[in-house]
């Protein structure tokens, strides 16, 4: 019998959503989206990021950095695109709002202008190649183990990696803000939440096979949350295996 998974897709097609030509001048390095599903985040060896509006193809942000944009990954909360950079620098970059307001119409009317606020700390000392960030889990009342030890759900964490560093960042401060009111009746919402050094990950034991090898990160990737309140993070090495 035929495979109908493999018949259900002979009408698809690849169509052009967005041409970077001339936009980037160096090969794109990552892409993500943000997760409002609004925007369309690329980075390339040019040492650009660049943001656009999914509806239209619009180019909105153009970011410039020191060196070569290696990776992005833009998680749901909080919502701020963070990217690698090859001097090691972690680029944290949110898209907040100034809303004007219409006194003309009391209050009624507002203009909503999008603005961008980046910082960055220099994170590695080798190139930043792979980020992720993970999905804690919920509070489970029905938990023995968290119902007798007095466990909380995991916060977020962020992984980099660059060659054979590997650290792990936890998430302080998430969901303060403050707003700056600017001239006439318009403000800006900031938010405080940052990423915090926790921890840096230790190599595994060589084996016979593998003792005179570097330790190079392939990839990383949390596992599913579970409610234990613990955050496992599976790393796979191009000779130490995963």
Same mark, same amino acid.
């Given at each position: 019998?035929p495979?109908?998974?493999?018949?259900?897709?002979?009408?698809?097609?690849?169509?052009?959503?967005?041409?970077?030509?001339?936009?980037?001048?160096?090969?794109?390095?990552?892409?993500?989206?943000s997760?409002?599903?609004?925007?369309?985040a690329?980075?390339?060896?040019?040492?650009s990021?660049?943001?656009?509006?999914v509806?239209?193809?619009?180019?909105?942000?153009?970011?410039?950095a020191?060196?070569?944009?290696?990776?992005?990954?833009w998680?749901?909360?909080?919502?701020a695109l963070i990217?690698g950079?090859?001097?090691?620098?972690?680029?944290s970059?949110t898209?907040t709002s100034?809303?004007?307001? #219409?006194? @003309?119409?009391?209050?009624a *009317? =507002?203009? !909503? %202008?999008?603005?961008?606020?980046v /910082?960055?700390i220099?994170a590695?000392t080798?190139?930043?190649?792979?980020?992720v960030?993970n999905?804690p889990?919920?509070p489970?009342?029905?938990s023995?183990?968290?119902?007798?030890?007095?466990?909380?759900?995991?916060?977020?964490?962020?992984?980099?990696?660059?060659h054979?560093?590997?650290?792990?960042?936890?998430?302080?401060?998430?969901g303060?803000?403050a707003?700056?009111?600017?001239?006439?009746?318009?403000?800006?919402?900031? #938010?405080? @939440?940052?990423?915090?050094? *926790? =921890?840096i !990950? %230790?190599?595994?034991?060589?084996? /016979?096979?593998?003792?005179?090898?570097?330790?190079?990160v392939?990839a990383l990737?949390?596992?599913?949350p579970?409610?234990?309140?613990?955050?496992?993070?599976?790393?796979?090495y191009?000779y130490?295996?995963?």
């Amino acid at each position: 019998m035929p495979d109908a998974k493999l018949n259900s897709t002979q009408g698809l097609a690849y169509v052009k959503k967005l041409d970077l030509t001339g936009i980037h001048q160096k090969r794109i390095t990552g892409v993500a989206i943000s997760p409002d599903g609004r925007y369309i985040a690329t980075c390339s060896e040019d040492c650009s990021v660049t943001l656009w509006l999914v509806s239209t193809g619009e180019l909105t942000h153009r970011i410039t950095a020191r060196s070569a944009v290696l990776c992005a990954t833009w998680p749901r909360d909080p919502e701020a695109l963070i990217c690698g950079t090859a001097d090691g620098t972690l680029l944290s970059i949110t898209i907040t709002s100034v809303r004007a307001v #219409s006194a @003309a119409a009391r209050c009624a *009317e =507002q203009r !909503i %202008q999008p603005h961008l606020i980046v /910082s960055g700390i220099g994170a590695h000392t080798k190139p930043i190649e792979h980020l992720v960030v993970n999905e804690p889990p919920r509070p489970s009342p029905s938990s023995p183990r968290q119902r007798d030890l007095g466990l909380l759900p995991g916060g977020r964490r962020l992984a980099s990696a660059g060659h054979d560093e590997i650290k792990v960042w936890e998430l302080y401060g998430e969901g303060s803000s403050a707003y700056i009111f600017l001239d006439g009746p318009s403000f800006l919402k900031l #938010s405080f @939440a940052e990423w915090m050094p *926790e =921890q840096i !990950i %230790q190599h595994p034991p060589p084996t /016979s096979q593998s003792d005179e090898k570097p330790f190079l990160v392939t990839a990383l990737q949390w596992l599913p949350p579970v409610d234990e309140g613990y955050d496992d993070l599976v790393v796979a090495y191009l000779y130490h295996g995963i």
